[in-house]
């Protein structure tokens, strides 16, 4: 049981990455000094993006190696023209490999380049968008799979639920709204199928070091 939350535990690790990647490379103190203004400042975009109807839909799968990225930019008027954009590809185990790679736009409101990941595993990416009419960004994280990964054992929660194992219990895990991004309001199912075990299974979100009230949630059967 205590291995199951523990494996648990991890999945939902990953939702939590992206903010505390980038706290943990410039955070020094319990409130970051100009924390309000920021604040305002992104409701602000938000509220603009919103208006635009802006919609940025990128992809959540990579391998290691050379990928082919294209990223759709369209606005209630229809695609964005003539921005520019660029990809920066970060590594959640540190920054070592860190590398930003440009993308043009190739038709309307499609903007592509050649990105290379030098590594398999987790990577955050920050597309950087700016044009006439707004400066936006979108971060999301991705698992680039390995040289040698079977096609059919990779799995895309930015399309569907994905499936694991966790102490010999099967565990599906899917997340909602889609694509998945970070600093947005998100839904979570977990499916335990079988589950036999002693007691009410649960998640805790919390974060070791990280100061913050209890958040866990109790699983319960459905009716």
Known sequence: MKTLISALCALFALLFALTFYVAGRSYDGLVEEDYYRKANSY?????????????????????????????????????????????????????????????????????????????????????????????????????????DTAPEALQDIHEGPVTGKADGQTVILDITPKPVTAMTELEFTVELPGYGGPGEPFIDLGMPGMRMPPNRVTLTREA
């Open 43 to 147: 409701l602000a975009l938000k509220e603009k993006e919103e208006n635009l109807g802006l919609t940025i839909r990128v992809p959540g799968r990579l391998a290691e190696g050379r990928n082919r990225l294209l990223a759709e930019i369209d606005t209630a008027e229809g695609p964005l023209r003539s921005a520019r954009a660029s990809l920066r590809a970060m590594r959640l185990s540190g920054p070592e490999h860190d590398v930003t790679f440009p993308l043009r736009e190739e038709a309307a409101g499609i903007y592509a380049g050649e990105i290379d990941l030098p590594a398999a595993g987790r990577w955050m990416l920050l597309l950087a968008v700016e044009s006439d009419t707004i400066s936006t960004q979108r971060r999301w994280i991705v698992t680039a799979s390995g040289r």
